[in-house]
Structure formats: structure tokens, C-alpha cells
């Protein structure tokens, strides 16, 4: 099982980038996935999340401007940022609770990580 995060670049404040995790192996299924991110000098916070239902939650810096959904179907999990600020400057990761069977059972898995960089 492998989460393959991408969608991260340069954007300027006040724009929009939508960053995806796309799990792929012998999956059951995809349970709760997380996004987090991590600035420089700083801890990993927690983002968004959203479970197998769809429900969701947010961090208080960004409700309002980022909205995470998920298409079971393709088995990945979006993260639509907008009105971008240079605080959310980070290093974003998806994790995922996944059932599989190979390796049989129930994981946690990490992403590799995607740079989202807002700077004029």
C-alpha cells in the first residue's frame, strides 16, 4: 500500500492549489485520512480530516478557506485550498487508515509529503 500525495507548487497570496492523496495496492478500503502540514522550525499540526462517511473537520486557521472531500472510487482524498496566506507555507502530509489485504489487516500510512509555498 502506497499514499502518493501531490498538488503543491508556488502560488501567490490570496490563490488556490488542491492537493491530492491517491492510495494504491491491494486495498480493501480507505478509512479516515488526514492531511497535516509542517513549516520550517515548527510541529506537525493537523489540517483537515475526513472519515469513510464523509464526515469532515478542520483546523481553526482554515475553515472556511480549505475543504477536503474524497472520491472512493478512485481511492484518493483532495485538499482544495483557497485564499492561500504565507502562513500556510508547509510541508503538507496525508495519512490514511487503510484496509488491505496485502499486508493483510488494518494500517496507518504516510504520504511523502508536497511543499505548498505562498509567497509574492
Known amino acids: 500500500v502506497q499514499l502518493q500525495a501531490s498538488g503543491g507548487g508556488l502560488v501567490q497570496p490570496g490563490g488556490s492549489l488542491r492537493l491530492s492523496c491517491a492510495a494504491s495496492?491491494?486495498?480493501?478500503?480507505?478509512?479516515?485520512v488526514e492531511w497535516y502540514r509542517q513549516a520550517p522550525g515548527k510541529q506537525r499540526e493537523l489540517v483537515a480530516a475526513?472519515?469513510?462517511?464523509?464526515?469532515?473537520n478542520y483546523a481553526d486557521s482554515v475553515k472556511g478557506r480549505f475543504t477536503i472531500s474524497r472520491d472512493n472510487a478512485k481511492n484518493t482524498v483532495y485538499l482544495q485550498m483557497n485564499s492561500l496566506k504565507p502562513e500556510d507555507t508547509a510541508v503538507y502530509y496525508c495519512?490514511?487508515?487503510?484496509?488491505?489485504?496485502?499486508?493483510?489487516?488494518?494500517?496507518?500510512?504516510w504520504g511523502q509529503g508536497t511543499e505548498v509555498t505562498v509567497s509574492s
Open positions: 495519512n490514511a487508515d487503510v484496509r488491505s489485504w496485502d499486508p493483510p489487516g488494518f494500517n496507518n500510512y
Open positions: 495496492g491491494s486495498i480493501f478500503s480507505v478509512n479516515t
Open positions: 475526513i472519515t469513510s462517511g464523509g464526515s469532515t
